[in-house]
């Protein structure tokens, strides 16, 4: 397939400015987006979200029902070079710096959409299901970046998607963790914005919690997809941000590595789970491992539990538990129904005032 472009060079990139039809697009373009199939496996998994049905169907719709639909919006799409091969371009004119030519796509070469993922369902959803053939030969402008790491095309999407409401959160968290292995902090800082920098620790660690075969946070949390999940109840987004007290650098928990850090976040939460157990047996049902649960827990554990188990270099599973223990009825089952007495603690004030309640318990029993 060849396609007519316009080459050019962008910070020493080469790009390629060109058209295809609708038709070439689904045929030699592929998305990457997250597998349920795969699960936590980050290092295999997509980086874009899951399709959203509905909004690639009503694109579909638009496509048929205009006799002239107008879509001037481009497709990005991404060569991988020189992993799948270095594209052919056979120039014809010159001039200004430009390149005009055509670009050769040989047979089964693949093209990676990084932006256009829904407009090229709804196309195939056009063609296939609503029977408009006519849309074949639709034309549509592309972009096609060339000599692109594969950090840099997941940074692309980012920058382009990150500030769209429609974009889930845990989707750009997912993000900073694909992208980790090939930024600086300093990067993943100034992309993450003021007030996120937790995020940039605190994404890993959630995914490998979340990945977790065993445990009580073993299949808990929501994966970044639209597939149902009857006993996952919390979000990826949510379990992260929890974390900030944890990993802040305030904490003297955040001089841990990583693996100790999991591991200690694994007894703790061993420990909730032998005072309630039946609250971990039935998570839909009970708020503990909900957002009322992780960030008002989290906060205990950052500013009491953990900093006496370090004071004490005990950090058993008994230990833990004695002290927790020592809030009474609100670390029981009953107190954390998700009808029950911990509905009146909604909100982030809420959580920092329930928080608050068992720490002054456990603090009367064991002084910091």
């Not at 962008?10 to 689904?26: C, E, F, H, K, N």
């Not at 670009?103 to 829904?118: A, E, K, S, T």
């Not at 639209?226 to 929890?242: R, Y």
């Not at 006496?308 to 089952?333: E, F, H, K, Y």
């Amino acid at each position: 397939m060849n396609i007519p472009a316009m080459k050019m060079e962008q910070a020493g990139r080469v790009l390629y400015l060109g058209r295809m039809t609708a038709a070439d697009l689904l045929s030699t373009c592929v998305t990457t987006e997250w597998d349920p199939a795969i699960g936590w496996d980050i290092e295999r998994q997509g980086y874009q979200r899951a399709p959203v049905e509905k909004h690639y169907r009503a694109i579909g719709r638009f496509l048929r029902d205009h006799e002239d639909p107008f879509m001037p919006t481009g497709a990005l799409l991404s060569a991988r070079e020189p992993e799948y091969g270095v594209l052919e371009f056979n120039t014809i004119a010159r001039t200004d710096g430009f390149e005009f030519g055509e670009l050769v796509i040989p047979d089964g070469r693949q093209l990676f959409i990084v932006d256009y993922q829904h407009r090229w369902r709804g196309f195939r959803h056009a063609i296939d299901d609503l029977g408009v053939q006519a849309l074949a030969d639709y034309v549509i402008p592309v972009i096609i970046m060339t000599q692109v790491p594969r950090y840099d095309e997941i940074l692309q999407f980012y920058l382009i998607n990150s500030k769209q409401k429609r974009i889930v959160t845990a989707l750009g968290l997912a993000l900073l963790q694909t992208m980790a292995g090939g930024a600086s902090k300093e990067e993943l800082y100034s992309l993450v914005g003021p007030g996120n920098r937790h995020r940039v620790r605190a994404t890993p660690l959630a995914f490998k919690i979340a990945a977790s075969r065993s445990g009580p946070w073993a299949g808990r949390i929501k994966q970044p997809h639209d597939v149902p999940e009857p006993g996952a109840v919390l979000t990826l987004n949510s379990f992260a941000d929890s974390l900030q007290p944890i990993v802040s650098s305030r904490s003297r928990l955040s001089d841990l590595s990583d693996d100790q850090l999991l591991d200690v976040l694994q007894r703790y939460w061993l420990a909730i789970a032998e005072l309630m157990p039946e609250a971990f047996s039935n998570a839909p049902g009970y708020s503990i491992q909900k957002t009322p649960g992780v960030f008002s827990m989290h906060i205990v554990a950052a500013k009491t539990v953990l900093k006496i188990c370090q004071r004490d270099d005990d950090m058993s599973v008994g230990n833990m538990t004695q002290m927790l223990a020592a809030a009474g009825p609100r670390m029981t089952g009953d107190f954390w129904v998700s009808k029950g007495p911990v509905k009146a603690y909604g909100g982030s004030g809420g959580h920092r005032t329930l928080a608050t309640l068992i720490r002054t318990e456990i603090e009367r029993q064991f002084p910091l």
